[in-house]
């Protein structure tokens, strides 16, 4: 079955506007999980702008859903991520003062440096999943880092799914089978929303978990954020009767 995972960096951002605790990020993890999110994600990133470090540990004492720390893997960062051990921290390459992730690992090049990572975070326990772009050579040389997962960068299926859907999945489809061979685990997360996300998961094979943040909050902004989290959910089949509760 395919997670949800939410990511709440949209969430900080609209607190750290005013400078107070409103909303509360923590509560509004906590809601998340309560209307359905199978985990949490976050993505600090050096200048703090959305989840800042010290709101970390606040959320790793009380969340009971999965939770995954995305980032670039600095001294800081990976610091940070073993003291809070999160059930999956996921390597991302953006540099400092990057608006968005917006390309994957060049896991040829950086080989051996994800490699060293890998290994550290698999001797505390946690889980690896490298933010990877579907391309072959990569996918088979993220594989010899040891990662246990990789999250395709769905940024440019997004975009070119209002052109051509067919076209847009067709290397994340052919990437899900390379994975699926390799014994790979797959995460994808990017621009995924309500209009593309149905096709995608249809489309490839094997896909464990999502994670879904600016869309998120742009559709709660119309719809709440209780029904648009159980809309995401529906992508996957999951009915509103198994949910147990209602749409309002
Ligand atoms: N995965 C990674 C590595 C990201 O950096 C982000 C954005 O923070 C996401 C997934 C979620 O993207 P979106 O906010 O567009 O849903």
Redesign the pocket.
Known sequence: MIKLSV?I??IALIRNARGANYPDLVKVALDCEEFGAEGI?V?PRPDER?VKFFDIPLLKAVLTTEFNI?GYPSEDFIDMVIKNKPHQC?L?P?LPGAL??DTGWDTITHQQSLKNIVTRLHDHGIRVSL?IDPIADRLYAAKETGTDRI?F???PY?HDFQKDKVHAVAPFAMAAKICNDLNLGINA?????LDNLKYFVAHVPGLMEV??????VCDALYLGLKNTIQLYLRNWLKTTFELGVELT
Request: charged letters at 15%.
């Open positions: 990511n960096n949209k994600t993505h959305h995305e996921t991302v953006d968005t992730s933010f999250e960068y769905t940024g997004a997360g990017h621009d995924l929303n994670s879904i943040g600016h869309a998120i």
